[in-house]
C-alpha cells in the first residue's frame, strides 16, 4: 500500500535493537546444525510456537536459550549481516545496535568472540549497504554489580568500537541505583550511557535512570508517563525515548496496539522513536513497528516524519552526520 510504502522509503534511525533477539529460528537451526548443537525443539515451527509471552522474564528466557546457538565469531558476523540486511530493506541508514557479553561469557565464550564478530558483521553492513552503526554494551541487571565491572573490564581492549553502556534483562527488582558505580566508571571513560527503564518497572525507575545513571538517553519509558513531573522534565530536556510497540505489546507492556501511547507521547512533548527491540521473537522489524503504530493508532504522515526525524536526533551523531541525516 500507499502507507507501507511512505513508511519503507522514511530515513530513519534504528536506536533499540538487541542483536541476540534479531536470531531467527531458521539462522537458530543452521546455527546448531554448524556446532553440531541439540536445540530443545525439532522444528522451525516448533521455536515459533514457543514465543507466547505473558512478561519480559518468560521471553527472557526463551531469549536466553537461544543465544547459546551462538558459539564462534562467524556465528555472531552471519547474526549481525542478516539484521543489517533487514535493516537496509527498511529504510534504516543508521543503526545504535545492544550486545549482552555476559550472556555469552557465562557459558564459557571468551568476550572477543561476540565483539569481534559483531564488528565484523558491522564493518560489512557498512560496505554492502552504506549503513553506519554504534555499538552499545549492555549489562545484565539481573546480576551484580561486580559482574558489570568484570565485564566493563573485559571489553578494555575494544572500548574505541564501544560507543556506550546499556541496561537490561529483568527489571523488577533490580532497579537503576545498583549500577551507580559501574555507569560513573563508564561515563568517566567517555561512554554514552543508556538504560532499559519503565518498561515493567515504575517511574521510579525511570527517574533514577536519569538522577543516579546519568543517562543520554532512556530505553522504553513508558511508565514515565505515569509521573506528570518526570514527563515534563523529560520533555524539557529533549530526553530520547526508544520505545518498541511490537515488543510492548508482546510483552503485555500495553493491552493492545490499537492502546500505544506513541502519540500521546509526542502530544507531550517527549522525543519518542520507534524501534524493534527483539524482532525475531516479537513479529517485526522497524518497519513493521512503523506500520503497526501507524495504522493503530492512525498516525498522521507528520506524526511518522516527527517519529523518524526523532531517531536521528537522538542518535549518537556527531554534529555535522547528524545534519548530513537529517
Ligand atoms: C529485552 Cl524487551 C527487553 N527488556 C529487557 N531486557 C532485554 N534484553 C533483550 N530484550
Ligand atoms: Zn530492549
Known amino acids: ?6 513508511i519503507t522509503h522514511l530515513p530513519k534511525a534504528e536506536l533499540h535493537l538487541h542483536i541476540e533477539g534479531s536470531l531467527e529460528p531458521e539462522l537458530m537451526f543452521s546455527l546448531a546444525k554448524r ?96 549503513i553506519t552503526s554504534e555499538l552499545i554494551l549492555c549489562f545484565l541487571r539481573h546480576l551484580d554489580e561486580e559482574a558489570a565491572f568484570a565485564t566493563f573490564r573485559a571489553a578494555e581492549p575494544w572500548l574505541n568500537h564501544i560507543k556506550g553502556v546499556g541496561l537490561d534483562s529483568s527489571e523488577l527488582g533490580h532497579p537503576p541505583h545498583k549500577f551507580a558505580r559501574v555507569f560513573a566508571a563508564a561515563g568517566a571513560a567517555g561512554l554514552k550511557r543508556v538504560a532499559h527503564a519503565g518498561e515493567e518497572g515504575p517511574a521510579a525507575y525511570v527517574r533514577e535512570a536519569l538522577d543516579v545513571l546519568h543517562i543520554d538517553r532512556l530505553d522504553h519509558g513508558n511508565h514515565a508517563l505515569d509521573d506528570d513531573a518526570l514527563v515534563r522534565e523529560l520533555a524539557e530536556r529533549q530526553i530520547t525515548l526508544t520505545v518498541c510497540p511490537l515488543s510492548n505489546v508482546r510483552l503485555c507492556v500495553v493491552p493492545d496496539i490499537s492502546a500505544h501511547p506513541i502519540d500521546t507521547m509526542l502530544a507531550k512533548g517527549l522525543r519518542a522513536t520507534v524501534n524493534s527491540d527483539d524482532p525475531a521473537y516479537f513479529g517485526g522489524y522497524v ?21 523518524a526525524r526523532n531517531s536521528f536526533l537522538g542518535a549518537f551523531l556527531d554534529d555535522a552526520t547528524r545534519q548530513d541525516y537529517l
Open 1 to 6: 500500500t500507499d502507507l507501507d510504502h511512505f
Open 35 to 130: 556446532n553440531r548443537l541439540d536445540l530443545p525443539f525439532k522444528s522451525v515451527e516448533e521455536i515459533r510456537a514457543a514465543y507466547n509471552f505473558s512478561n519480559l522474564q518468560d521471553f527472557l528466557d526463551i531469549y536466553y536459550a537461544g543465544a547459546q546457538a551462538l558459539r564462534t565469531e562467524e556465528d555472531f558476523r552471519d547474526l549481525t549481516t542478516a539484521y543489517f540486511d533487514r535493516a537496509a530493506a527498511d529504510g534504516v541508514l543508521h543503526a545504535e545496535i545492544f550486545f549482552d557479553p555476559q550472556t555469552h561469557t557465562d557459558r564459557g565464550l571468551p568476550f572477543s568472540v561476540a565483539i569481534e564478530g559483531i564488528l565484523a558483521g558491522l564493518a560489512e553492513a557498512k560496505a554492502k549497504h552504506g
Open 287 to 307: 518497519g513493521e513497528n512503523f506500520k503497526a503504530v501507524a495504522r493503530g493508532r492512525k498516525l498522521s504522515r507528520e506524526q511518522l516524519v516527527t517519529l
